[in-house]
């Protein structure tokens, strides 16, 4: 074993290797996040918040964004975001529900080690995405459980089975189990969960009081019709007559602003609001990200932060529907991509005798592209061999339509090569 830690100087997440997303002679359709083009503008808009931020401080607030911050954020921020949100979702947001974190990278973390009992169970679509799985898996006294998914969200007769062959009382957390899951624009497959899908996990997370926690991550980027609901959280509608609060969202800027600023916030019901709220790791050091919860308070407040978000908004739309056109006429007949309506990602099935690992190697070595397969999202070893995921959000309309039509063409050659 090494008596030193590695020194790797990198200057970004996906920085070394085939994942240099940087990298030219290379083509990653795996990354998951906004692209140079689209975090550019940052450099001066945070510079005019930042200035319009501490002045304010300075001013008339005693400089007290440097002191720990009120465990769930100013009003200030809670406000500018529940104001945004309300707007977007087309349904309220409150600020007193409103939890500032750091992303939802922390947020699930938060709820996993404040809210459920660690005897007890996370519940999963059988593909999620995949960097969750590794956060549950840090919690190893808890036993992640698979649900089948199907084309409209999570199979809601596997759930209810699931769900009731496990429960049980917990006597030391609010809830004996979590199901985690990304109903709008999923993570890795891009479904969108139907109103009944929606409907229907509220009543089982009642029936059997178990925690919903949307990751909603990519909810306002919808590309065709706006859905029928903004989040799963409004169908726990708190007139109803069984209403106890069952559903968390877990929201983020990461994808609209910059996932550098690590910001984002959960909207919770009261009942589970005290308990985060007195949890030692956000009692101690006050908000999660008081700084710059002010800073991108300043940037809503002087509407900078609102067209940077309908210029990734459109850029990301623009991107999606041309390579949903790409894979219409040029994705081998034999394969099958559900066209998704939002989001980043684009999940495609190739025949069953096919491995996307394996074609993953062919691709980086005749094309040089890269792309996510299928195990990689999968919670059972073994499962997901026939998918890849393929993401919209980094590269440029003309890179993308380029990279997604060899794509294709490798995968047609590739498919001659390896017949059943
Ligand atoms: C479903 C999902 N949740 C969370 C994240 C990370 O969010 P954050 O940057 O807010 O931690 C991602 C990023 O890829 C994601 O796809």
Request: hydrophobic share 40%; proline share 5%; net charge neutral.
């Amino acid at each position: 074993m090494s008596k030193q830690n590695n020194e790797l100087k990198l200057k970004h997440l996906f920085d070394g290797g085939e994942w240099n997303v940087y990298d030219p002679s290379v083509l990653n359709l795996g990354v998951g996040a906004p692209g140079t083009d689209l975090l550019e503008p940052c450099c001066d808009i945070f510079d005019q918040a930042t200035a319009h931020c501490l002045k304010n401080e300075k001013v008339v607030n005693q400089s007290l964004i440097f002191q720990y911050g009120p465990t769930n954020g100013t009003h200030k921020i809670r406000n500018e975001i529940a104001k945004y949100l309300t707007e977007m979702y087309e349904s309220p947001v409150h600020s007193e529900d409103l939890i500032v974190t750091t992303g939802a990278s922390q947020g699930l973390h938060f709820l996993l080690s404040t809210m459920i009992d660690f005897n007890g169970y996370i519940f999963v679509d059988e593909y999620t995405y995949m960097i969750a799985l590794d956060s549950m898996k840090h919690f190893s006294s808890l036993t992640i459980v698979p649900l089948k998914l199907n084309d409209d969200g999570v199979d809601l007769n596997d759930l209810e089975v699931k769900v009731r062959d496990r429960r049980f009382n917990s006597e030391k957390k609010e809830f004996w189990a979590i199901y985690y899951t990304i109903p709008t624009y999923h993570n890795p497959t891009g479904i969108l969960f139907s109103p009944t899908v929606c409907r229907g996990i509220v009543e089982l997370s009642r029936k059997y009081d178990f925690l919903v926690l949307c990751d909603d991550v990519y909810n306002i980027l919808h590309y065709g019709n706006k859905p029928l609901h903004s989040r799963l959280l409004s169908y726990d509608s708190r007139t109803d007559a069984d209403y106890v609060g069952n559903v968390i969202s877990n929201g983020s800027f990461s994808k609209i602003i910059a996932p550098g600023v690590r910001l984002g916030w959960l909207e919770v019901p009261p009942r589970v609001q005290p308990q985060l709220l007195r949890s030692g790791i956000i009692n101690s050091g006050g908000c999660f990200n008081n700084y710059t919860a002010g800073i991108v308070g300043s940037l809503f407040e002087l509407n900078l932060a609102q067209p940077h978000i309908a210029r990734l908004y459109a850029a990301y739309k623009d991107r999606m529907l041309a390579v949903n056109k790409v894979l219409e006429s040029e994705l081998p007949k034999t394969c099958k991509c559900l066209v998704p309506s939002g989001g980043y990602f684009i999940w495609i099935r190739m025949p069953d005798h096919l491995k996307a690992s394996e074609f993953l190697e062919y691709c980086l070595k005749h094309e040089k592209i890269t792309f996510i397969a299928g195990p990689r999202f999968a919670v059972e070893e073994g499962k997901g061999e026939q998918f890849f995921r393929l993401s919209i959000a980094f590269h440029k309309k003309e890179k993308l339509v380029d990279g997604i039509i060899r794509l294709c063409l490798a995968l047609k050659s590739y498919m001659n090569i390896v017949k059943t």
